[in-house]
């Protein structure tokens, strides 16, 4: 089974902060690591920050100082801690395997395979 269920967004001010939430399945959480991205309107979906199995980090230079990623891998969840955001940091949020191994599951429209993503959730920052 696959599954990414994102929480934990939502309208805050800028300065503010907002932690968020990935459940995935074990399918998807064994993999090596797990990546927090974002898609803002109109651009394209961008990597915030990334954290292995192991604990090792990395970050987005936009995010740095900022942000913090970490799991819990007896609850095969992933969290993001936004601290001082900014309204640039509005967009949806979504969690996922590294783009090398997203999980691909059949499409019974358009008959064929694509990457598996869940519905992320929305962050707005007001300024």
């Known amino acids: 089974q696959v599954q990414l269920v994102e929480s934990g967004g939502g309208l805050v001010q800028a300065g503010g902060s907002l932690r968020l939430s990935c459940v995935a399945s074990g399918s998807i959480f064994t993999l090596d690591a797990m990546v927090w991205y974002r898609q803002a309107p109109g651009k394209q979906r961008e990597l915030v920050a990334r954290i292995t199995s192991g604990g090792s980090t990395m970050y987005a230079d936009s995010v740095k100082g900022r942000f913090t990623i970490s799991r819990d891998n007896r609850k095969n969840t992933v969290y993001l801690q936004m601290n001082s955001l900014k309204p640039e940091d509005t967009a949806v949020y979504y969690c996922?395997?590294?783009?090398?191994?997203?999980?691909?599951?059949?499409?019974?429209?358009?008959?064929?395979?694509?990457?598996?993503w869940g519905q992320g959730t929305q962050v707005t920052v007001s300024s």
């Open positions: 996922n395997a590294g783009l090398s191994a997203l999980k691909q599951v059949w499409d019974p429209n358009s008959r064929a395979y694509h990457p598996y």
